[in-house]
């Protein structure tokens, strides 16, 4: 089992700045990849982006491409989700997860654990 943390949300205004955080404990050395997904109210959960763990590789949606990045530290096996440039329609539930099976996450359903999620509002 992978436990998962994150923390960081909270309310911001558009153009701003936030840095979500994901701690990782448990059996670690299983994680081939950290991904973040989110979740609007009545809308289905959004991949936003990954990390392959060993070799630090990124990819991230579209709708976040140029404005978000993902970093990782490995020897806190830990991974941020750094979101510049917020706008409202960024507000959602972050949810981080956890890969054993896929290098580059792009589904729920490659993910294996996942963190409880953390709320971004982006207030216009």
């Known amino acids: 089992q992978v436990q998962l943390v994150e923390s960081g949300g909270g309310l911001v205004q558009a153009g701003g700045s936030l840095r979500l955080s994901c701690a990782a404990s448990?059996?670690?050395?299983?994680?081939?990849?950290m991904a973040w997904f989110r979740q609007a109210p009545g809308k289905e959960r959004e991949f936003v982006g990954t990390m392959s763990w060993s070799a630090s590789g990124t990819y991230y949606a579209d709708s976040v491409k140029g404005r978000f990045t993902i970093s990782g530290d490995n020897a806190k096996n830990t991974v941020y989700l750094q979101m510049n440039s917020l706008k409202p329609e960024d507000t959602a539930v972050y949810y981080c997860?956890?890969?054993?099976?896929?290098?580059?996450?792009?589904?729920?359903?490659?993910?294996?654990?996942w963190g409880r999620g953390t709320q971004v509002t982006v207030s216009s």
């Open positions: 997860a956890v890969s054993a099976r896929y290098y580059r996450p792009k589904s729920a359903n490659e993910c294996d654990y």
């Open positions: 448990g059996r670690t050395f299983s994680i081939l990849a």
